[in-house]
């Protein structure tokens, strides 16, 4: 590099600038009313307020005998109070029962309480009689009666705006009987690996050649923050080629992220390709792996991701930038993985002026949290990332820490 070029180079910006620069320009998709099962995952865009209450109606927690407290209050095993059955009153019985009396009625759990009667006696409680029964121990009024509303009442704010929709929740929507809700839709992202050198995983291997990681590890990194993803056969380092196949691709995409062709190579496909654009922009960012980014809006205004190609530097790229943008466009908050605090159990090394994001082991032992450092610094090491479940990160102003210390890691498996 002459003098001249180095003089003209900028300077690498931060990881959190250009994050921050990135997320400016992420629009959140919009929201609609999406029935439940699609809605799993994503984060309520509206308050949701109970349309009735639970239980929806007095009835039974056990199987048993519905009856009146007082007329029980005297039962032992060795006196039992024996009672006629007047009737059986099941799951969905939509009669009005009443119980007179002197006399029981026998209930199952989850049927409807009869007007009259204020406790059930378990059916362990009794000879478990059909037409008398003979009950053994006396029923506290209320015993074993879910009362309305003792869960949820009608009215009250059910979920707030901004809770993920998970199986608890799923299952508490449908409980008060609603189908569907509020949530954004899910950003539909095309993921394209480019390089001549690229091959199917199944496929014979060419001397030179090697198999395409990248697509399928970012596909899965897509689906496992809720968006769609659609993987595309990597492309060749022909510009020509590329654009081609990106412009097949931007009508189905929210958000395009793009592998390899951007660093300082002969042929850097995706630089060649797009940086006659006007609203992309590629850049060095002093972070480690990572260092060369482009980011920017194609056609219509899509946003593109120009991730580097090695595989750790694609997946770190995805979890510290692609992952905030889609977090951001289906309206979840933080946007950017929080940091939990371990302990290295090894010493590390890093370059100062760089954000470095090492690849660790996290676990929890008896002294407290603690992360070994896994693989080493090179970016191509995909046997290190695959036993990883941690990023050691380690700030701009670190040059080495020796095993004790304390660092932040981000937890890679962890829902945030
Ligand atoms: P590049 O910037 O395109 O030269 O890519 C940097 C390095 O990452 C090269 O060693 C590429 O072979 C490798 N690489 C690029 N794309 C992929 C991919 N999809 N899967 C695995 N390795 C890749
Ligand atoms: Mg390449």
Known sequence: MS???AASEPLPVSADAHLQEILAGITPLAPDVRPLLEATGMPLAADVVAPRSLPVFDN??????????DEVAAATVDAPVELPVADDILAGDPRPHTLRPGSVLRIMTGAPMPAGADAV????????????????????????????????????????????????????????????????????????????ELVEPGRPLPAGSIFDSNSYLLTTAVRATGAVAYRVRATSDEPRQFLEALDDQLVRADLVITTGGVSKGTRDVVKAALSGEPRMRFREVAMQPGKPQGFGFVGDGTPLFALPGNPVSAYVSFEVFVAPALRKMIGREPYSRPLFRATL???????????????????????????????????????????????????????????????PVMLLDREY
């Open 345 to 407: 159990d090894a010493p590390v090394r890093s370059i100062p002026g760089r954000r470095q994001f090492l690849r660790g082991r996290f676990a929890t032992g008896p002294s407290g949290p603690a992360v070994t450092p896994v693989g080493g610094h090179g970016s191509h090491l995909l046997g290190g990332l695959g036993a990883a479940n941690a990023l050691i990160v380690l700030g701009e102003d670190v040059e080495g820490l020796d095993a004790g210390a304390a660092v």
């Open 121 to 196: 006696v378990p059916v362990e409680a009794t000879d478990a009689g059909a037409r008398r029964v003979r009950i053994t121990a006396p029923a506290a009024p209320g015993a074993h009666i879910r009362r309305v509303g003792e869960d949820v009442t009608a009215g009250d704010l059910l979920l707030p705006a901004g809770e993920v929709l998970g199986p608890r929740q799923i299952g508490l929507l449908a409980g008060v009987g609603i189908e569907g809700v509020q949530v954004a839709a899910r950003p539909r992202v095309v993921v394209m690996s480019t390089g001549a």
């Open 60 to 69: 039974s927690a056990m199987d048993g005998y519905a009856v009146r407290a």
């Open 3 to 5: 003098a001249r070029d």
